[in-house]
T-cell receptor, first 110, second 115 residues
Framework: EDKVVQSPLSLVVHEGDTVTLNCSYE??????LLWYKQEKKAPTFLFML????IEKKSGRLSSILDKKELSSILNITATQTGDSAIYLC??????????FGSGTRLQVQP | DGGITQSPKYLFRKEGQNVTLSCEQN?????MYWYRQDPGQGLRLIYY???????QKGDIAEGYSVSREKKESFPLTVTSAQKNPTAFYLC??????????????FGEGSRLTVL
């Protein structure tokens, strides 16, 4: 059975802080790992990671995969209130559908 | 614009009633999915379909049913057998590049409340 664990479950920071969100997985036939941001309704795609050690970056967000440790981190620098959301990760095994972690709820206070 | 449309956005149901949530996509994607989200939690897979006229149970299929008669449409019926149906329901699709699930494209969701 596929297992995905995200930590922390919840995080409250102040604007300008840097945060690191963690995602660890135990799956068979791993192919890639995806990160999503969910603000109110539909999750929106952030990153897809397939290779270890190669950082993907979009503005203040960046993510990296460690296949040896079966984990990924999502970094957000200089956080803003608009970063407040649930961040979800999901490994892709190609077998059926994405199995999501429970998410990290990030709250950025002014 | 291409995308996924879910309806209704909000739905109230009395206990014992079946309700059907609609999901339509015009992205020409082969695969479609239904997820359930409870407050403060991640997404749990209810059903998925990788091709027309075929669908598979996910992790929490009990009390739900689906059909996939057209590529564009994947309706979800929440039956009276579902003991705790109050939740946020998300429909998604993907084009399954190279046999992977790939990026999921989500609808705006349907919030079901049982009175």
């Amino acid at each position: 059975e596929d297992k995905v664990v995200q930590s922390p479950l919840s995080l409250v920071v102040h604007e300008g802080d840097t945060v690191t969100l963690n995602c660890s997985y135990e799956v068979t036939n791993f192919r890639s790992l995806l990160w999503y941001k969910q603000e109110k309704k539909a999750p929106t795609f952030l990153f897809m990671l397939t290779s270890s050690g190669i950082e993907k970056k979009s503005g203040r967000l960046s993510s990296i995969l460690d296949k040896k440790e079966l984990s990924s981190i999502l970094n957000i620098t200089a956080t803003q209130t608009g970063d407040s959301a649930i961040y979800l990760c999901a490994p892709d095994t190609g077998r059926r559908a994405l199995t999501f972690g429970s998410g990290t709820r990030l709250q950025v206070q002014p | 614009d291409g995308g996924i449309t879910q309806s209704p956005k909000y739905l109230f149901r009395k206990e014992g009633q079946n309700v059907t949530l609609s999901c339509e996509q015009n992205l020409n994607h082969d695969a479609m999915y239904w997820y359930r989200q409870d407050p403060g939690q991640g997404l749990r897979l209810i059903y998925y379909s990788q091709i027309v006229n075929d669908f598979q149970k996910g992790d929490i299929a009990e009390g739900y049913s689906v059909s996939r008669e057209k590529k564009e449409s994947f309706p979800l019926t929440v039956t009276s057998a579902q003991k705790n149906p109050t939740a946020f329901y998300l429909c998604a699709s993907s084009n399954r590049p190279s046999g992977n699930t790939g990026e999921l494209f989500f609808g705006e969701g349907s919030r079901l409340t049982v009175l």
